[in-house]
């Protein structure tokens, strides 16, 4: 079942480009890791789907409801945090989420406490008075405090200690575990490799790839370091299918490897090798790679 599905969704303002064509879909019960630059189309993308934007063309589907239609009935399953997060400066932290629990029927009011002891944030406190990490904070409760089927995160981790940042993860995979689903979008690729099931990338406005972390590992470039017993010819791994920058010194051979391993284990077979060390690629390298392919389009 697709929580989030989206079919050639566009939005121009004006003559410049929102995000074009995006067809996108997000499966329940899934942390879907949102990346890309600034200016991408990431919170665009956010922004048409709850109806805060209108698109220039295409569909949206969230929770199997039209935002524009059933944007009432459907905000009350959406927990949401965005970027720009703007809170009523006059009342305290408890009355904040207090006032937001009402909004919704008093869903989660039970949890205010016990979520504001587990992210260290005093609720006696006003909202003017506090840093922009506790800030954060409170968007992140009134985001997760009644449960909702869908929570919708705009770089989330903004402001937020390291600890806390762990904090928030294990939150998001308590999410999961629950078979509720999490949209994530960030530019911090550590967090959204740590926590994503999926990833997608958008890249000037356009999605470029979705996978699952693992799967585009396992297609993106490696490098890998042999040291051998003896000097070994670079003949014998210039012609391998997809290695490239073979750099042989000696004993000690250093290879780029797209793709599969197996014909560059198979050649170093006809050799003794000492050690032989291969580095998995992280999420990071991906989206460069995904970036340095020239313009979207």
Same mark, same amino acid.
């Given at each position: 079942m697709a929580t989030i599905r989206t079919e050639a969704l566009?939005?121009?303002?004006?003559?410049?480009?929102?995000?074009?064509?995006?067809?996108?879909? &997000?499966?329940?019960?899934e942390v879907f890791g949102f990346i890309g630059p600034n200016g991408a189309g990431k919170t665009t993308t956010i922004r048409l789907?709850?109806?805060?934007? /209108?698109?220039?063309?295409?569909?949206?589907? &969230?929770?199997g409801r039209d935002p524009r239609r059933d944007g009432l009935a459907l905000r009350r399953d959406l927990g949401y945090l965005p970027g720009d997060l703007a809170l009523y400066d006059d009342l305290t932290a408890g009355d904040h989420l207090a006032w937001f629990s009402h909004l919704r029927?008093?869903?989660?009011? #039970?949890?205010i406490g016990p979520l504001a002891e587990r992210f260290d944030l005093?609720?006696?406190?006003?909202? /003017?008075?506090?840093?922009?990490?506790?800030?954060r904070k409170v968007g992140v409760l009134q985001a997760f405090v009644h449960e909702p089927q869908l929570v919708i995160l705009d770089e989330p981790t903004s402001g937020l200690d390291p600890l806390l940042r762990q904090e928030l993860h294990r939150l998001l995979r308590e999410t999961r575990a629950e078979g509720r689903t999490v949209f994530?979008?960030?530019?911090?690729l550590d967090e959204v490799e740590a926590v994503a099931d999926r990833v997608g990338i958008i890249r000037d406005g356009r999605l470029v790839v979705v996978d699952d972390v693992r799967a585009l590992r396992s297609?993106?470039?490696?490098r890998v370091e042999i040291l051998f017993a003896a000097p070994v010819p670079p003949e014998r791994f210039a012609e391998l299918p997809?290695?490239?920058?073979?750099?042989? #010194?000696g004993a000690l051979g250093r290879f780029l490897v797209d793709g599969s391993v197996d014909a560059l284990v198979k050649a170093a077979a006809g050799?003794? &090798?000492?050690?032989?060390?291969? /580095?998995e690629p992280d999420l990071e390298e991906i989206f460069l790679a995904y970036y340095s392919e020239g313009p979207g389009g």
């Open positions: 566009t939005k121009f303002y004006g003559p410049v480009r929102g995000v074009v064509d995006l067809d996108l879909e &997000v499966r329940a019960g789907l709850l109806d805060l934007l /209108r698109p220039t063309r295409g569909r949206v589907e &969230v929770l029927g008093g869903a989660g009011g #039970d949890r005093r609720l006696d406190r006003r909202i /003017r008075d506090l840093s922009s990490g506790n800030r994530l979008s960030s530019h911090a297609r993106a470039v490696r997809g290695v490239s920058e073979v750099e042989i #010194d050799f003794e &090798v000492v050690t032989l060390t291969s /580095r």
